[in-house]
């Protein structure tokens, strides 16, 4: 079973950057898929970023040129860079990941983020 601890939530203002660190550890491989879902209040869980095999890489359409995923797979860490801040960019974000061909992802516990005006 992999184990998923982000960091580098916080409090920033609209307009800035934050950077997530998302750490793996036990079951994990350097071909799984990972990447970032976020939970905003009031509203559904919802996919952030993927990364896969091969660097494909899917971004949802609201942080399209705003966010950038990578990875280290020597770390075993995945990354989300998240620059132009705004206020619905405000939720907890969550660290996932699975192998390549299972449905099912790991989670982190979320860290939150917070962006104010």
């Known amino acids: 079973q992999v184990q998923l601890v982000e960091s580098g939530g916080g409090l920033v203002q609209a307009g800035g950057s934050l950077r997530l660190s998302c750490a793996a550890s036990?079951?994990?491989?350097?071909?799984?898929?990972m990447g970032w879902f976020r939970q905003a209040p009031g509203k559904q869980r919802e996919l952030v970023a993927l990364?896969?095999?091969?660097?494909?890489?899917n971004y949802a359409d609201s942080v399209k040129s705003r966010f950038t995923i990578s990875r280290d797979s020597v770390k075993n860490t995945v990354y989300l860079q998240m620059n132009s801040l705004n206020l619905e960019d405000t939720a907890v974000y969550y660290c996932?990941?699975?192998?390549?061909?299972?449905?099912?992802?790991?989670w982190g516990q979320g860290t939150q983020v917070t962006v104010s005006s």
């Open positions: 036990g079951s994990s491989f350097s071909d799984d898929v």
């Open positions: 990364i896969m095999r091969g660097g494909i890489i």
């Open positions: 996932v990941s699975r192998r390549p061909y299972s449905p099912q992802f790991s």
